[in-house]
């Protein structure tokens, strides 16, 4: 199949509120977790991923560069109200919150960093589960300090989806395990594991 | 629940607040993006421990010494001096040329916040020897953090990032000279705010009140929705002379902006524009 074949005959990706939300968050050993699970990711035009992953401030290294998508997915750190398609991964740009609008799009704030950490999951999470997003998953990885574990709670209330890395499984285990001593998501997982669950929860 | 979970904020509690805002106070918080207001409405919410959204508007309906406190709190005032360095250093090399020929330098910061960004432009301005053209209006909504940025010092905590910011701007420069040390304290140079005019100004409700050859206004449209930053970009589009610049967030979009047609970009990475000549 040539390349312009199949962009004609692929279904044009979903917009808004249409949009599947995987979110997915993590801090300090959940990179390449994720690198290697986005590596292989089969594209569905009806989902898009953001990402929340905390790293040093004023880092050089784009996260948005350093991710292999395969075509044609495509990674992006969106600016301030970028309407959410479906075919892409937001990352959430450093020293900015990163929040999902229920007009369907996405905004950035400059409040405080909650947890020490600008963008922070908790944050990111809430807001989906304020907007009262229709479809939306959150998953949490490796880190070294308690963000996420709130918002995926809120997340789990309100009735999405969510799964947590197994903490022995975790380069370092203290945001898997402060979510888990908060509240039982629907699933836990090993790093070689997302895979099959994104697939799975894609059919739920 | 949890202690740390805010509260759930109900769409008749935030049209009530809305009414309260409008017809007590005359501010309109009906452009605001929702995510982030809901959030900061519930951090007040919790740190005045109050029992729910309800709460607070009646609150704020009995007690208007309140109203001070209150936008304070929600309102968010994060800046630094030298924020995004780049953008300074792409201001300084791109955009000051541009209009450092004209006989004033007319500068007006909307959000001026803590004041940070007022003294990163009358250190440009000095150093690039064109602060004694210079007139500058600082504006914001909040009265409080106003009053912060006349006093011109900070906590002791912010000098070492302050610090990394001004050297990437003026790496052959050391910040003592504009700003010294005391006991837990920043004092910047007094001298900074000579020809600065601090003024309570909402850019939502109150329009323009001048022409510019330069508006900075940063990381204040992203708390609005697309149709307020449509007109608020209007409003300080129209306030530009022609050629004049405009500096926005270098995360900010004029994407959903009619106005932006009247621009165009000095510098797109670092969201600097300048008003085209009317045809």
């Known amino acids: 199949m040539k390349w312009n074949e199949f962009t004609e005959s692929a279904p044009p990706p979903k917009q808004g509120r249409e949009v599947l939300l995987w979110i997915i968050g993590g801090s300090a050993g959940s990179f390449n977790p994720v690198r290697t699970f986005l590596q292989n990711l089969p594209y569905h035009p009806e989902v898009a991923l953001i990402l929340c992953l905390h790293r040093l401030r004023n880092s050089r290294l784009s996260i948005a560069d350093a991710l292999k998508l395969p075509f044609p997915w495509q990674a992006i750190e969106p600016d301030d109200k970028t309407t959410i398609v479906g075919g892409h991964v937001y990352i959430a740009p450093p020293d900015y919150h990163l929040l999902v609008e229920e007009e369907g799009y996405l905004s950035l704030s400059v409040e405080e960093p909650v947890h020490f950490s600008r963008p922070s999951i908790d944050v990111l999470m809430e807001s989906v589960a304020q907007a009262r997003w229709p479809r939306a998953a959150g998953m949490l990885l490796s880190g070294a300090n308690r963000d996420g574990a709130l918002g995926m709670y809120m997340m789990k209330q309100a009735g999405y989806f969510t799964a947590v890395q197994e903490p022995q499984d975790a380069e370092i285990p203290t945001m898997p395990e402060a979510a888990l001593a908060l509240f039982e998501p629907h699933r836990r997982f090993r790093s070689d594991q997302m895979m099959e669950l994104f697939l799975q929860a894609l059919s739920l | ?279």
């Open chain 2, 1 to 279: 629940m949890f202690p740390e979970v805010l509260p759930e904020i109900s769409d008749s509690d935030l049209e009530h607040f809305f009414q309260i805002m409008l017809s007590q106070y005359g501010m309109d918080f009906r452009g605001y993006a929702t995510s982030s207001l809901k959030r900061r409405l519930g951090t007040v919410i919790k740190r005045y421990g109050l029992t729910g959204m309800a709460v607070l508007n009646q609150r704020l309906v009995t007690n208007p010494d309140y109203i001070d406190y209150f936008i304070n709190e929600i309102t968010v005032s994060t800046t630094e001096l030298f924020r995004d360095p780049s953008a300074w250093i792409a201001l300084r090399s791109q955009g000051l040329p541009l209009v450092q020929h004209r006989p004033q330098l007319r500068i007006w910061h909307v959000g001026a916040s803590t004041g940070e960004e007022v003294l990163s432009m009358a250190i440009l301005l000095k150093e690039t020897g064109l602060y004694e053209k210079a007139e500058i209006f600082a504006t914001d909504i909040d009265r409080r953090s106003l009053e912060q940025a006349r006093r011109a010092v900070y906590p002791l905590r912010v000098y070492k990032g302050y610090e990394q910011n001004f050297i990437q701007v003026f790496p052959h420069l050391s910040l003592e000279k504009y700003a010294h040390v005391e006991v837990n304290q920043v004092f910047f140079d007094p001298s900074l705010l000579d020809r600065v005019r601090f003024l309570q100004h909402n850019i939502v409700t109150e329009g323009t009140f001048g022409e510019f050859e330069v508006i900075l206004c940063r990381n204040l449209l992203i708390y609005f929705t697309p149709a307020l930053q449509n007109q608020v970009v209007t409003r300080l589009v129209d306030s530009l002379t022609e050629g004049g610049l405009l500096m926005i967030g270098t995360k900010e979009s004029l994407f959903w902006c009619e106005s932006a047609r009247r621009l165009s970009p000095v510098n797109e990475v670092e969201r600097i524009y300048r008003k085209r000549s009317s045809p």
